[in-house]
């Protein structure tokens, strides 16, 4: 019963390296989330998809790139880190249920901690 | 734009004590609007979701409202224990195309044995 995994769960970068940060559901869910979450601002959402093969941008997609590998795994990439980059990034996943609005949660997994100096 | 608003930002409570979290959003045109909890270190749990046309949802000793057209819901805490001390998200969701939603900044909790 994992739920939504997140891999890795702590990460250190230097400014300028990259990195892909994975999320990976097995709820079956078409929807899929990124969001950061900072001291002070709340959760933001990054970038989602509403189903495989499609990526839309949220409210702070700067300097990120996803891919939505297949239906169970959504990756997000920071191609070259800045400070500014130092959260905690949560993905998440829905049953949007294909072209029908649903009214089911979020479902989130642990997050990762990537501190970048 | 839509804006979310949680107060208190933290609240401490002798234990069995009731107790009601606040949330209010600017935007009354919502698609429903979800409770969180966030243990630390920890991501979200889903508490309770209400949608547009309810005006509340229960879970045990847990009891959401909402109210549209003053733009605001509230978390009804029963008997408050230790365990329930986390931090509680509203967000809002504002149409019924995608999924995304719009966070509050959480109220803390403590519950003090």
């Known amino acids: 019963n994992a739920g939504v995994t997140q891999t890795p769960k702590f990460q250190v970068l230097k400014t300028g390296q990259s990195m892909t940060l994975q999320c990976a559901q097995d709820?079956?869910?078409?929807?899929m989330y990124w969001y950061r979450q900072d001291p002070g601002m709340g959760l933001r959402l990054i970038y989602y998809s509403a189903s495989e093969g499609t990526t839309d941008k949220g409210e702070v997609p700067n300097g990120y790139n996803v891919s939505r590998l297949n239906k169970r795994e959504f990756s997000l990439r920071l191609e070259s880190a800045a400070p500014s980059q130092t959260s905690v990034y949560f993905c998440?996943?829905?049953?949007?249920?294909?072209?029908?609005?649903?009214?089911?949660?979020?479902?989130f997994g642990d997050g990762t901690r990537l501190s970048i100096l | 734009k839509q804006e979310v608003t949680q107060i208190p930002a933290a609240l401490s409570v002798p234990e069995g004590e009731n107790l009601v979290l606040n949330c209010s959003f600017t935007d009354s045109a919502i698609y429903n609007l979800q409770w969180f909890r966030q243990d630390p270190g920890k991501g979200l749990t889903s508490l309770l979701l209400?949608?547009?046309?309810?005006r509340e949802q229960t879970s045990g000793r847990l009891n959401a409202s909402l109210d549209k057209s003053s733009g605001r819901s509230t978390l009804y805490i029963a008997a408050s224990q230790p365990g329930d001390s986390a931090t509680y998200l509203c967000?809002?969701?504002?149409?019924?195309?995608?999924?995304?939603?719009?966070f509050g900044q959480g109220t803390t909790l403590q519950v003090k044995p």
């Open positions: 998440a996943s829905s049953d949007e249920g294909g072209h029908s609005a649903s009214n089911q949660p979020q479902h």
């Open positions: 209400i949608q547009s046309s309810q």
């Open positions: 709820m079956n869910h078409n929807s």
């Open positions: 967000a809002v969701r504002g149409s019924s195309n995608t999924g995304k939603l719009i």
